[in-house]
Every structure is written in structure tokens, then in C-alpha cells.
């Protein structure tokens, strides 16, 4: 059974930066494409960044120059750097991951990623 763990929330204020892990258990993680999504109070869950097995990232246009999203395969873990944070960053980030396919696409939709972690709050005060 794959079981995702995140970690690295807190409370930051505007501009500073926040790094998040993800460690992965149950697959052969260097097979599974990671994503990170996030959800605000009252709002629906919404995709961050990606990065596929290969190392390859996608980022949502609000993020993109501000975060990056790395793996290291050695130790299971998925990281997203979080930097120039803004108070409407403020949400809990999930990570979540999926066997990776043959396709060439990212996946950036809920439905695509069968496995998900317990998420980790961050929080932006102005």
C-alpha cells in the first residue's frame, strides 16, 4: 500500500519561504509521478506543480518563478520550495502520487493521482 507523508507547514509572513516534504512508502518510488495540490478554506482543491519519474516539472501559472518542486529518489521524498509567499498561498498542500505511464503529459487533475497524504497547513500572514 503506497502511504504519503507531508511535512514542512507553519506560519510564514508575506515574502518569506517555506519548504515542504513528501516521503513516499509502499511503491518503487522512482516509477511514480508526484504532485502537490492545495486547498483554501471554502474553495475546491486545486493542482500546484507536478514532477514525473524522469524529473520533468509542471507548475501552475500563480506559482510558477515562486516555487520548485524537486525530487530525490534516494530517500523517497519529494520537496516543494516555496519562496516569495503571498497571503492567498495560505492553504493545506497535499502531495499525491500515481504509477507513472507511458504517456508524455503531466497530470495535473485530482482524479489522476490515486494516493494522497494527510496534508500540511500553510499559512501567509500579511
Known amino acids: 500500500q503506497v502511504l504519503l507523508v507531508e511535512s514542512g507547514g507553519g506560519l510564514v509572513q508575506a515574502g518569506g519561504s517555506l519548504r515542504l516534504s513528501c516521503v513516499m512508502s509502499?511503491?518503487?518510488?522512482?516509477?511514480?509521478?508526484v504532485g502537490w495540490f492545495r486547498q483554501a478554506p471554502g474553495k475546491e482543491r486545486e493542482f500546484v506543480a507536478t514532477?514525473?519519474?524522469?524529473?520533468?516539472?509542471y507548475y501552475e501559472d500563480s506559482v510558477k518563478g515562486r516555487f520548485a518542486v524537486s525530487r530525490d529518489n534516494a530517500k523517497n521524498t519529494v520537496y516543494l520550495q516555496m519562496s516569495s509567499l503571498k497571503p492567498e498561498d495560505t492553504a493545506v498542500y497535499y502531495c499525491?502520487?500515481?504509477?507513472?505511464?507511458?504517456?508524455?503529459?503531466?497530470?495535473?487533475?485530482?482524479?489522476?493521482?490515486?494516493?494522497w497524504g494527510q496534508g500540511t497547513q500553510v499559512t501567509v500572514s500579511s
Open positions: 499525491a502520487s500515481r504509477y507513472t505511464s507511458g504517456s508524455a503529459n503531466y497530470f495535473v487533475r485530482r482524479y489522476e493521482y490515486p494516493y
Open positions: 509502499g511503491g518503487t518510488f522512482s516509477s511514480y509521478d
Open positions: 514532477i514525473r519519474w524522469s524529473g520533468r516539472t
